[in-house]
């Protein structure tokens, strides 16, 4: 049997496959990130503020291997004590080309910066609190992926 050779019911079965894999996978693992994200995001309103230091702010091209690039890695390294431990962190993010010269300047290494840490649990930490836009997104995607896969695999000719 040829590649060229599908019978209707082989492109159902590939339909079903991959309406699975968007319903069954995909769908619930970003899910799944986007409730990681809120949930985080809500806990962290609790914490309590302290003072840190920046140790390091690089940027690396996110797409090393295209000609350019227009976004970049960002990546925070930065320490806060609390009751005399000393905790090491790194945060790292998505940054568009815009964004990098403010947060090179927000994150010169040495600064003083606010960080959030959880009061259950010190060594757990945040620069921001609070739920943001991109955990809604996630959430949106994860929905959508669920539903677009559903629809696939359900569709009729």
């Known amino acids: 049997m040829s590649c060229n050779n599908f019978t209707k019911s082989d492109e159902r079965s590939l339909r079903v496959l991959f309406g699975c894999l968007f319903a069954l996978v995909f769908g619930p693992c970003i899910l ?30 996110a797409f090393a291997d295209s000609d350019s690039s227009n976004n970049f890695l960002g990546i925070i390294e930065y320490e ?13 993010g998505g940054v568009s080309t815009c964004e990098s010269e403010r947060l090179q300047n927000r994150y010169e290494p040495g600064s003083r910066i606010d960080v959030y840490y959880d009061p259950t649990k ?7 609190t609070g739920v943001n836009l991109s955990s809604s997104i996630w959430l949106i995607f994860g929905l959508l992926f669920i539903v677009l896969g559903l ?3 359900r569709k009729r000719n």
Request: negative net charge; aromatic residues 16%; hydrophobic residues 35%.
């Open 32 to 61: 799944a990130g986007g409730v990681y994200e809120i949930y985080w995001g809500y806990q962290s309103q609790s914490w309590t503020p302290t003072s840190g230091i920046v140790r390091s702010f690089k940027l690396e091209d």
């Open 80 to 92: 806060y004590i609390v009751d005399g431990h000393t905790y090491l962190h790194e945060v790292l």
């Open 122 to 128: 010190h060594s757990r930490s945040s620069l921001k």
């Open 151 to 153: 629809a696939i695999a």
